[in-house]
């Protein structure tokens, strides 16, 4: 294996981007390269660049993202993103800004808890935090409003009949995906990386805005309750 070439493909933009929603929570974090340290905890985020391409006017980046907390690895934050831009360095940050969106709020929020202006979505034995929305196409986010409601009984439903009612300290990364073509809606949620069919069948069938062309993103991170 080429360690040279390993390490020309690390990249720092995602442990920026995640600092700077630390900052704009309103949380002290110092950066060193990739690691993270914010109040006890000290954050790694290993990024490599997976995938580039360029095609006509416009970069094409794929970057592999995986989280350490203390030193140990945190399955259900190892993810992916994609950005696309005019130059490979914004196509780079629009990667990892749009990964900061999705999962960093979440790691923040099951962290420092007390910085949230709102509350933990209870799920049986488990507290849910949830990221941003990310919208991709010609639906309004304030369209969103209702479905997220229905999103969020759906979550908690599910987890509490699925998920183990003896909880360890594992943390679980529910990441829900939906595509629509006017009305015509294909879901792909998974946990852990892992496609959960009946999370995906349940988002399908929401009341999600019609007339219109778009994707929705939204990570929820599943923290055992009474001890993140």
Not at 65 to 89: H, K, N
Not at 106 to 132: M, V
Not at 133 to 147: N, Q, S, Y
Request: net charge negative; aromatic share 10%; glycine share 8%.
């Amino acid at each position: 294996m080429d360690t040279g070439a390993m390490m020309e493909n690390r990249l720092d933009e995602p442990a920026m981007a995640l600092a700077k929603r630390f900052e704009e929570a309103g949380i002290p974090v110092s950066r060193t390269g990739n690691l993270l340290t914010a109040g006890r905890f000290e954050i790694r985020v290993g990024a490599n660049l997976e995938r580039e391409t360029q095609r006509d006017s416009q970069w094409f980046i794929g970057l592999g993202i995986d989280v350490t907390l203390d030193g140990l690895p945190v399955s259900a934050l190892r993810s992916g993103s994609i950005g696309v831009d005019a130059t490979r360095a914004a196509a780079i940050q629009t990667a990892a800004d749009e990964w900061s969106s999705v999962f960093g709020f979440s790691l923040i929020w099951a962290l420092f808890p007390e910085a949230a202006d709102f509350s933990s979505i209870a799920a049986g034995k488990y507290r849910l935090f949830e990221s941003a929305i990310i919208i991709r196409g010609d639906a309004e986010i304030e369209r969103f409003e209702t479905v997220r409601g229905q999103l969020r009984s759906a979550l908690r439903f599910l987890i509490s009949e699925a998920f183990p009612h003896d909880p360890s300290d594992n943390w679980y990364g529910l990441y829900v995906l939906l595509i629509s073509d006017n009305g015509e809606n294909t879901s792909e949620c998974r946990v852990n990386g892992h496609h959960w069919p009946e999370l995906s069948a349940e988002v399908a069938k929401l009341s999600w805005p019609r007339q219109a062309k778009y994707t929705f993103k939204q990570f929820f991170l599943a923290v055992p309750a009474g001890g993140e």
